[in-house]
């Protein structure tokens, strides 16, 4: 009997990281939270796999977000 691939004990599977691709992220990021919304993955799954290929590292996790560009909202005030 054939397994479907798309589904492992009930759960579908998006796709299978590589060290590879994580240590492409890391480095093309400025946090490891970024390089994880880059690889659309959650923070959680991100840091999981990054343990396990031992890629974890606390100087790249960038607590104070030095160097990334925050989005804010300006809005102008009308005079009457």
Sequence with gaps: MEKDVGLMRGRKLKRLINKRVLEHSIQNCNSMSESSRYLDLSYNTFKKYCKRYDLW????????????????????????
């Design 57 to 80: 590292i606390e100087e790249n996790i960038n607590q104070s977000g030095k160097g990334i560009k925050k989005s804010r909202v300006i809005k102008s005030i009308k005079d009457n």
